[in-house]
T-cell receptor, first 115, second 113 residues
Framework: EAGVVQSPRYKIIEKKQPVAFWCNPISGHNTLYWYLQNLGQGPELLIRYENEEAVDDSQLPKDRFSAERLKGVDSTLKIQPAELGDSAVYLC?????????????FGPGTRLTVL | AQSVTQLGSHVSVSEGALVLLRCNYS??????LFWYVQYPNQGLQLLLK??????LVKGINGFEAEFKKSETSFHLTKPSAHMSDAAEYFC???????????FGEGTQLTVNP
């Protein structure tokens, strides 16, 4: 079974440019997460989707960040415009949902460098 | 609010020695607790988790952790370190199944030959 797929793996852009990251979760997983991991720190949740609905986006900087999961499957995270401080790894994770605890499976991440 | 503290951002052990990585948490309700491992340029892989039941949890690669409610701890151990264990380890907590994980800042484990 394929894991969580993210692309691109690496992205280098100049500040003020837009950038987008794509995530395809494990097949059948209804819940999708975007986490931000700064260098030397643990990941922090940006947004969580249950199917196509964003149910937890309290930590998403909505002035420059946006996300969508239109058909409840794959998702895109966008930054416009990017700032130097956005340089980090953006991790996508998915889980299957349901009444008992469901493990979050992580993708390899997209490493963003803003120059 | 939930939080996690990992004591020691860097831990160094000799190959074959005991590995002990410390994690303390705070939670207003009975927590779900996790340890993840991250190798360079890779995502996080689940080592083990505590949800309910037995407080000593065994995971992959010979790791185990014990949930101690009275100490609000979930320390990770492995009896004998292997060179391949060198990686970054993250402790995480959540209060609700499927909701956000709150991670500690990580512990970088170095294994010396």
């Amino acid at each position: 079974e394929a894991g969580v797929v993210q692309s691109p793996r690496y992205k280098i852009i100049e500040k003020k440019q837009p950038v987008a990251f794509w995530c395809n979760p494990i097949s059948g997983h209804n819940t999708l997460y975007w986490y931000l991991q700064n260098l030397g720190q643990g990941p922090e949740l940006l947004i969580r989707y249950e199917n196509e609905e964003a149910v937890d986006d309290s930590q998403l900087p909505k002035d420059r960040f946006s996300a969508e999961r239109l058909k409840g499957v794959d998702s895109t995270l966008k930054i416009q415009p990017a700032e130097l401080g956005d340089s980090a790894v953006y991790l996508c994770a998915s889980s299957s949902g349901g009444p008992s605890y469901n493990e979050q499976f992580f993708g390899p991440g997209t490493r963003l460098t803003v120059l | 609010a939930q939080s996690v503290t990992q004591l020691g951002s860097h831990v160094s052990v000799s190959e074959g020695a005991l590995v002990l990585l410390r994690c303390n948490y705070s939670s207003s309700v009975p927590p779900y607790l996790f340890w993840y491992v991250q190798y360079p340029n890779q995502g996080l892989q689940l080592l083990l988790k505590y949800t309910t039941g037995a407080t000593l949890v065994k995971g992959i690669n010979g790791f185990e952790a014990e949930f101690k409610k009275s100490e609000t701890s979930f320390h990770l151990t492995k009896p004998s370190a292997h060179m391949s264990d060198a990686a970054e380890y993250f402790c995480a907590v959540t209060e609700t199944s499927g909701s956000r994980l709150t991670f500690g800042e990580g512990t970088q484990l170095t294994v010396n030959p």
